[in-house]
Nanobody, 129 residues
Framework: QLQLAESGGGLVQSGGSLRLSCAAS???????????VAWFRQAPGKGREGLVC????????YYTDSVKGRFTISRDIAKNTVYLQMNGLKPEDTGVYYC???????????????????WGQGTQVTVGS
């Protein structure tokens, strides 16, 4: 069983930065390498929106237009952790941020919530105007 835990959320002013972490754990001998990890955002009253993904095995990334150029996803396989560096934050970036993981056959399905089987509990990001 894979478990994910996000951290790093908080309150920041418009134009500011935050770095989120997604730490994975599992059974003895677990490795994060086969998984694709994605970050999702859920704004108040809305569904979960896929933002960015990384394929842990080779580092391939995929960014949606809403965050391209502002957010950067990275991974540290040795620490079983994926990061989301968020710069140039805007009020519309406010929401609960979730990391999710799964082993996918089609990489770009990573931004589809129903394709990701493992989820963290989420971390709140609030961007003040």
């Amino acid at each position: 069983q894979l478990q994910l835990a996000e951290s790093g959320g908080g309150l920041v002013q418009s134009g500011g930065s935050l770095r989120l972490s997604c730490a994975a754990s599992g059974f003895t001998g677990f490795t994060f390498d086969p998984f694709t990890v994605a970050w999702f955002r859920q704004a108040p009253g809305k569904g979960r929106e896929g933002l960015v993904c990384v394929k842990n095995s080779n580092g391939d990334t995929y960014y949606t237009d809403s965050v391209k150029g502002r957010f950067t996803i990275s991974r540290d396989i040795a620490k079983n952790t994926v990061y989301l560096q968020m710069n140039g934050l805007k009020p519309e970036d406010t929401g609960v941020y979730y990391c999710a993981a799964d082993t996918l056959l089609v990489f770009r399905q990573c931004i589809i919530p129903d394709e990701m089987g493992y989820w963290g509990q989420g971390t709140q990001v609030t961007v003040g105007s």
